[in-house]
């Protein structure tokens, strides 16, 4: 948990009152059953006064949080190109099954006997994430995309280990990778050999034999994020693969990106060893807000003892034709253990299942592919406009810069504050950081030619008004609920709560 900061005043450009500032002495939002026990006081030292609540009704209540949450941008409300992280829309139906009684009061304790139908849906959905991805094993616990990177890298340093090859303490990350792998690898107890692109924006192999050949017996593998942070599928991932694996080394697939791939190619079946699962990208659970994720793991044979746990086998096969076997979870034989506690984010695994189970196997096919065309048509369109500096058939997401000529004091950041005005949420700035004034645009499957017409209007538009009227972007956005922030101080000293000062100053 932050720790809470009180704030006296809220910034003044924050539409909504506080919820203290709209309390009446008295007022009441809520009736309380009769007592069914005997009344006793609370012990007073229990009570403190200083420890205020907010009197009002419930109508204010709803209007007070709806209000706020229409402060909020969201997918739900428009279109939403965050590169990276795939901000396709969320089925409600996939709500729906969320929601049913029997997997949403499922109690995590309950015994597996009286749990088969939610271990079913957990063994049918490990199944169909191997089968997406060509992989002979899945884990659902890990919490995140980086928990199962995590996961990932430790069954790689146990395998080395394992065989008894304890000389190995680095692992290759080209520089158009997540900012998340490099952490992961150092997070492991590895160093990090960062890999060159080449002027593609693929791995530079020339750099990659020369480590291999000086480094080979040091290096414990490679993560790699495919397709790459720059939207590009590297032209030669097989001779990539090659190369580490003759060097000694595991393959790591970053597979947050899998919107681009499914049904297109499978990482296991190009020779990655271990690969990670974004369920709330790829598989449309929600995210955003610090919301549970869901980050799955998938190995070939090789991994496949390490694996966290628990995962969900069939523990006793069925007799009759028509009848279900017995499920259960089981630890793998060198587990690396459990990455937390029981078994993964529950409701994403449900969500996950139901978008795989409506769209089945050619669904998911042409989702990636409308993503990956929703993508190149918008490149298509702005090539003109904005610098491209990798003019090639991107995946699912593709990088420009937000730099303009004729236009020398226009920044990313100001085209992104200025699309705000537009209805858009902005596209990622800054990043991948080996492009300058990046700006990375992955639009998803799920939006329409007319909602991707309408942001490339939006985006010549602000071209044209960057040369003609440049202060418009500088001081954008004007019509969000707040100016421009301050970001660095709103992501350090973030205010999570509002409350009036209390009289020594002091926090709740
Ligand atoms: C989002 C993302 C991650 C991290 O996933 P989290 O669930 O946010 O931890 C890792 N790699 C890539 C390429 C991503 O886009």
Not at 160 to 175: A, F, W
Not at 235 to 249: K, R
Request: one cysteine or more; a negative charge.
């Amino acid at each position: 948990m932050t720790t809470a900061t009180i704030v006296e005043k809220q910034p003044e450009d924050v539409l909504e009152p506080l919820i203290y500032d709209i309390s009446v002495p008295g007022r009441l939002g809520v009736n309380l059953p009769e007592l069914d026990v005997p009344e006793a006081d609370l012990p007073d030292d229990l009570l403190r006064d200083d420890l205020k609540l907010p009197e009002v009704s419930e109508l204010q209540v709803v209007r007070h949080f709806l209000k706020l949450s229409q402060l909020n941008y969201s997918i739900d409300k428009g279109f939403y190109p965050l590169g990276s992280c795939t901000m396709k829309y969320n089925p409600k139906l996939n709500e729906d099954m969320a929601r049913l009684p029997g997997f949403a009061f499922q109690h995590p304790l309950a015994d597996e006997a009286g749990s088969q139908g939610a271990l079913a849906l957990m063994y049918q959905l490990q199944n169909w994430l191997a089968e997406i991805s060509g992989f002979d094993g899945v884990s659902l616990t890990p919490a995140a995309g980086a928990q199962g990177e995590f996961a990932g890298i430790l069954m790689i340093r146990n395998y080395h280990l394992d065989r008894g090859d304890t000389e190995r303490t680095k692992i290759l990350v080209p520089n158009s990778a997540h900012g998340t792998n490099p952490a992961t690898v150092t997070m492991a107890g590895y160093s990090v050999i960062e890999l060159p692109s080449d002027d593609r924006g693929d791995v530079d192999l020339d750099a990659l034999r020369k480590v291999c050949k000086e480094q080979g017996p040091q290096i414990a593998g490679m993560m790699i994020t495919v397709p790459s942070t720059l939207g590009l599928f590297d032209a030669h991932i097989l001779e990539v693969i090659e190369i580490v694996h003759a060097a000694g080394g595991l393959m790591y697939m970053d597979g947050a990106n899998m919107n681009a791939l499914m049904g297109q190619v499978k990482p296991g079946e190009l020779g990655f060893d271990v690969m990670h699962y974004n369920l709330h990208k790829t598989f449309s659970t929600p995210h955003g807000g610090g919301g549970p994720g869901s980050g799955p793991v998938g190995v070939n044979e090789k991994l496949k003892p390490f694996l966290p746990g628990p995962i969900v086998d069939i523990v006793e096969e069925s007799t009759e034709e028509d009848e279900a076997p017995l499920y259960g979870f089981v630890m793998p034989e060198k587990s690396i253990g459990r990455m937390k506690a029981f078994h993964g984010n529950f409701g994403m695994h449900v969500r996950a299942y139901a978008y795989i189970r409506v769209y089945g196997g050619e669904g998911l096919r042409d989702v990636s592919r409308h993503a990956v065309l929703n993508a190149n048509y918008i490149r298509a369109h702005l090539m003109d406009t904005y610098k491209v500096p990798y003019p090639r058939y991107c995946g699912h997401e593709f990088v420009m810069e937000g730099h303009l000529e004729g236009a020398d004091d226009i920044h990313a950041l100001d085209i992104s504050k200025r699309l705000m005005d537009y209805g858009y949420h902005p596209p990622t700035n800054y990043f991948p950081l080996i492009v300058p004034e990046a700006l990375l645009i992955e639009p998803t499957e799920t939006e329409t030619k007319e909602v991707l017409d309408e942001f490339i209007d939006a985006m010549k538009k602000i071209a044209e008004e960057a040369r003609t009227n440049p202060d418009l972007l500088h001081n954008a956005p004007h019509t969000a609920p707040v100016k421009r922030l301050d970001e660095v101080k709103a992501a350090k000293d973030l205010v999570l709560c509002c409350a009036p000062a209390l009289p020594d100053g002091g926090a709740l």
